[in-house]
């Protein structure tokens, strides 16, 4: 995989320093395996080091994950490539190119791979006891090196039948699970490693695997040991996918035997060795299958994959550099070329930055859009949220309006207030009808509770224009902090003005319904209407109650109403009733005299003593009271239902002529005569001290976004055939 790794590495570098999580993930490769079918000599093939612990039986007890991290600097990047496996040499030791680091001893660095395995020993033994013991807490190794590609790879336990020495007896159970964990992760290539030299009918690698991956997209089949395969006998179908046919098919490899690493055999002389052994088989060396043996052949298999993968993240690596380079490019314009001494041109720089500010400012509250001002956000504020002219209709429709419809006639008004103050306008004589008195003085109160309701829509929308005022200002403003405070300034104060005259208005719209109290408004029940609704409503329940009592009847009772032979002497307009009282019988009746004593001398009339306050609320409220206040009621809330009505409507039209139309026009003009003046433009245009530094980076941030996207076609003309074998 040497080609590959300095495009990958470049494009890792060049991401890296583009920041902004913009990564690129390249696949696990993860090797599973019967027990001694050699999963970790593959392993040690692909990374080019021998570090893994070799013997016999089990020797991987617990998952090694192995995170590799190139090295290469951009001086070492453009050297040339030379074969990798030729470079490494497991009995070197350059502590400044290559070094490995254990999660669980962090901070010490291994510069010795022999040192490696020992650690891999050690911390299996610590965990999983020296007899044959297994865990399926992974052993996490990074390894640093100039030679490698940025990837990760996991070497597994293999699988085994019967448990030995301290193993567990669901030791298969336990080592299934386990390697189906790590298998089934989307990101990660199956290496499923069978021995050539066991009917590949019974591989568990390859059971797993179709587990984990049904369809074989990321499964690919490693034949071990051809070499110890019986004379006569080959692998031949397997290679040519006969038997047990896998999307990615086979590659058969040929690794170190015990006796080669006890012989110090070095990886370089391994792949000789291979390479020499199916270029003079009789079988292996035939055209067809010579191209799907040797560890440099499963190199480039795994080197097509990544490269797939890489092409398959570069869309969306490119839109990111892209849409950076765009970002950079709008605020490197922002920033402009450092600003000219002439007066004449920072005049003219100021007067287009307030004609710009003044423009977004109408267009925003239009609806038009404008150059909003708002970070990252800026390109997808319109689609997720409302803002400018749409939020202040929401201020006017959803919250104003709303809550106003919400208010209700009676809110804060009882009814015992209500009789108290239909008994007070009577004045000292108790009035033939309903005391219009009573009707204007509690539906004043009413109405002069929308007041403060509308008020606060004023302040709402005050807060709003403020904030279009935020998102209108220009992005070449950052570059001018003076101008951008004076500018802030200015707006400020000119909603503040706007604002006291619209709160007035809005004052005086309550005013105006409280000066005259139109009876006569054509929406409004009057009050024969209310009493003949009324009368109505109770003629209807008083014949589903009864089915007898009728308006004579009740008129007739009133004058019996003491039982007493007499009673034609008396009018409906005696006692203290009056004509309401003949239509509702709605009168007190008056106390009855006491008998006449016996004899005895006359006796002494005493009032009793005047209370210091007298309320209607101790003594129950008498038909006539009842009905006084329905009709009351029924009138305010005819009434209320038509002022709330009209101030729904014209406090929005208030607002928007004394406030918002109003600041919208002036906006450029109130701008132009504050902050245009000759004696002030040279310190308002100066800019910032962070700006030279801020243009500089927005240049090597432009330059180097645009090398990432020379890589990236790069990565994409990528041919991945044209690799030495």
């Known amino acids: 995989m040497d080609q590959l790794i300095p495009i990958a590495s470049k494009l890792q570098d060049v991401l890296g320093a583009v920041g902004q999580n913009t990564t690129l993930e390249l696949p696990q490769i993860v090797v599973v395996g019967g027990q001694s079918s050699g999963k970790s000599s593959v392993l040690e093939g692909l990374v080019g080091r021998s570090f893994l612990p070799r013997g016999t039986g089990i020797v991987t007890r617990r998952p090694l994950v192995l995170q590799l991290y190139n090295t290469r600097t951009a001086d070492t990047a453009g050297s040339s490539e030379e074969d990798s496996y030729e470079n490494l040499d497991p009995n070197s030791a350059d502590s400044s190119s290559e070094w490995g680091e254990f ?50 790879v996991v070497d597994l336990p293999g699988m085994t039948k019967v448990p030995v020495g301290d193993q567990p007896d669901n030791i298969e159970e336990q080592i299934h699970d386990m390697i189906l964990h790590f298998i089934s992760n989307p990101n990660a290539i199956i290496l499923a490693v069978t021995a050539a030299n066991t009917d590949i009918a019974n591989s568990d690698a390859l059971q797993l695997a179709k587990a984990a991956d049904p369809y074989g997209n990321r499964t690919i089949g490693v034949l071990t040991k051809l070499d ?78 990544l490269m797939h993968h890489i092409r398959e993240c570069l869309p969306e690596v490119k839109n990111r550099i892209s849409s950076m380079m765009t970002d950079v490019q709008q605020e490197l ?60 209709n929401y201020i006017f429709t959803e919250i104003f309006s709303t809550s106003l419809m919400q208010v209700g006639p009676f809110d804060g008004l009882t009814d015992d207030e209500i009789r108290t103050t239909i008994t007070n306008a009577n004045g000292t004589r108790r009035a033939l009808f309903v005391p219009e008195i009573s009707f204007d003085i509690l539906v004043r109160r009413q109405i002069a509770r929308l007041e403060q309701p509308g008020i606060q829509c004023v302040d709402l929308v005050y807060e709003e224009l403020q904030r279009i ?30 604002m006291q005259p619209t709160q007035m208005m809005v004052s005086n719209l309550v005013k105006i319904e409280l000066a005259y109290i139109n009876t006569s408004h054509p929406d409004f029940i009057g009050g024969s209407r209310a009493v003949a609704n009324l009368m109505n409503r109770r003629e209807h329940e008083g014949n589903r109650n009864s089915g007898t009592e009728t308006p004579n009847s009740s008129a007739s009772g009133f004058y019996n109403q003491d039982g007493e032979d007499g009673g034609g002497d008396r009018t409906p307009y005696d006692g203290n009733g009056g004509i309401m009282n003949f239509i509702f019988r709605g009168g007190k009746s008056p106390p ?87 004696a002030e433009i040279g310190g308002l245009m100066k800019e910032a001290e962070d700006v030279a530094q801020r243009r500089t980076t927005c240049v090597e941030m432009r330059d180097l976004l645009g090398k990432a996207l020379e890589i990236v076609n790069e990565v994409r003309d990528y041919n991945t055939f044209n690799q030495v074998e």
Do not use: W
């Open 333 to 392: 314009e922002a920033l402009g070329n450092p600003s000219q001494h002439s007066r004449s041109s920072l005049g003219g720089t100021l007067l287009g930055l307030l004609s710009k500010f003044a423009t977004n400012y109408s267009s925003i509250i239009d609806g038009r859009g404008g150059e909003l001002n708002n970070g990252a956000n800026t390109k997808n504020l319109a689609l997720v949220e409302l803002f400018g002219g749409a939020r202040i």
């Open 469 to 498: 005022a935020s998102q209108s200002e220009p992005k070449e403003l950052t570059r001018f902090p003076f101008l951008k405070d004076r500018m802030v300034e200015v707006v400020s104060n000119l909603l503040k003005r706007c």
């Open 592 to 678: 009855k005299e006491r008998p006449h004593g016996q004899g005895g001398p006359p006796t002494v009339v005493h009032l009793p003593q005047v209370p210091d306050t007298m309320k209607q609320t101790d003594v129950p409220p008498t038909d006539r009271e009842l009905t006084e206040m329905q009709v009351i009621k029924s009138l305010i809330e005819s009434y209320f239902r038509v002022v709330r009505k009209n101030f729904i409507d014209m406090v929005p039209k208030t607002i928007m002529f004394f406030l918002v139309n109003h600041v919208k026009d002036a906006m450029q003009n109130e701008l132009v005569s504050e902050l245009y003046r000759e």
């Open 103 to 152: 999660l669980h001893m962090p901070g010490r660095k291994f510069h010795s791979f022999q040192q490696i395995r020992e650690e891999i020993v050690r911390e299996t033994d610590r965990m999983t006891g020296g007899n044959k013991g297994i865990s399926n807490n992974p052993i996490n190794l990074k390894i640093y090196s100039p030679n490698v590609l940025a990837l990760t």
């Open 228 to 305: 110890l395969m019986d004379p006569g006998t080959d692998a031949s179908e397997v290679l040519h996918n006969k038997l047990i046919p896998l999307r990615r098919g086979y590659i058969g490899v040929v690794n170190r035997g015990q006796k080669d690493i006890n012989a110090d055999l070095s990886i370089r002389e391994g792949l000789k060795k291979e390479e020499e052994f199916f270029r003079v088989h009789q079988v292996y060396s035939q055209r067809t299958l010579i191209t799907k043996c040797g560890t440099k052949t499963l190199a480039k298999c795994l080197n097509n994959i």
